[in-house]
């Protein structure tokens, strides 16, 4: 993405956030971002497109704080590997914004940002390949589970998860100890 793009990117969260997705228009990004109107149309189709650049910065964002909330993580990668699926599900869910452009954009493409391949599979990769390669050098995946491609399955039980009304930690962490590891690790 181009310097321009990113900026009308970021003009409109701004926006966005100020009065809502649903009551933004072209006009309010473009006077946030200090250009005509119909130059924005020159960098973005239109409205739905800059959602889903803006979905796609949030998920970024969100990808960061992720890092940060598992830098001092279980040293054993099964714990590890449902920590971050754990975390992923409740900074997604907690996120305002995130719900907001998710609420704003029809299923199919939410599902297609956050569950295909995208950039967030890219995002997500980066927190869970570690894990992953660590258990795989371990022997301790299942056999013909692949790294690469265990990611956007993955992504799909997140999408998963963010889709169910209530969100008890322990109840999300005991789900993905009994589904999510044994279908990515080995019997111990």
Do not use: N
Not at 5 to 24: D, P
Not at 89 to 99: L, P
Not at 115 to 138: C, F, H
Request: aromatic content about 6%; hydrophobic content about 50%.
């Amino acid at each position: 993405m181009d310097a321009t793009t990113a900026g009308i990117v970021t003009a409109a969260r701004a926006v966005f956030a100020r009065y809502g997705v649903a009551r933004t228009r072209m006009a309010d990004i473009a006077k946030e971002a200090q250009l005509a109107r119909q130059t924005l149309y020159d960098f973005v189709t239109g409205r739905d497109q800059l959602i889903e650049l803006a979905l796609v910065a949030c998920c970024g964002e969100l990808q960061q704080r992720l890092d940060a909330a598992l830098a001092d993580g279980p040293a054993d990668p099964r714990e590890r590997f449902v920590e971050t699926l754990a975390r992923a599900v409740e900074i997604a869910s907690a996120d305002e914004e995130f719900g907001a452009l998710s609420d704003a954009l029809p299923p199919e493409t939410v599902d297609r940002i956050i569950g295909g391949a995208t950039a967030v599979q890219a995002l997500l990769a980066k927190s869970l390949r570690p894990i992953l390669e660590q258990a795989a050098d371990a022997g301790q995946l299942r056999k013909g589970v692949v790294v690469d491609e265990a990611t956007p399955w993955l992504l799909g039980v997140i999408s998963f998860a963010l889709l169910r009304e209530t969100l008890d930690a322990r109840a999300l962490r005991k789900e993905l100890h009994t589904y999510a590891v044994p279908s990515i690790f080995a019997d111990t």
